[in-house]
């Protein structure tokens, strides 16, 4: 099993990017699946989560409005679209696959990992 993300880089503040986080070795159309990210000195946060079943889906406060999570699930792919970027959104984004369809906004909710790719947000 690996998560391939995808389609990080450096833009300026107000900008947009989209993630892509590409599932092999197993489908995971039933599986919940996030994103993630770790600021430099930070922990890892929780961003977004889509549920396997119904996908739906939860953000946290700081991409509510802002960043949008879905799944194509014919090309087990997760994608996280992020606009109105900022400086503070500057992080490692890793997108994660989760044991079973129920979305936890936990790292610990997640069996997959990907290896995540870096955002730069400049001002």
């Known amino acids: 099993v690996q998560l391939q993300a995808s389609g990080g880089g450096l833009v300026q503040a107000g900008g947009s990017l989209r993630l892509s986080c590409a599932a092999s070795?197993?489908?995971?159309?039933?599986?919940?699946m996030g994103w993630f990210r770790q600021r430099p000195g930070k922990e890892r946060e929780f961003v977004a989560t889509?549920?396997?079943?119904?996908?739906?889906?939860y953000y946290a406060d700081s991409a509510k409005g802002r960043f949008t999570i879905s799944r194509d699930n014919p090309k087990n792919t997760v994608y996280l679209q992020m606009n109105s970027l900022r400086p503070e959104d500057t992080a490692v984004y890793y997108c994660?696959?989760?044991?079973?369809?129920?979305?936890?906004?936990?790292?610990?909710?997640?069996?997959?990992w990907g290896q995540g790719t870096q955002v730069t947000v400049s001002s």
């Open positions: 994660a696959a989760a044991g079973g369809s129920y979305s936890s906004p936990l790292p610990s909710g997640y069996v997959y």
């Open positions: 889509i549920s396997g079943s119904t996908s739906r889906t």
């Open positions: 070795g197993r489908p995971f159309s039933s599986n919940a």
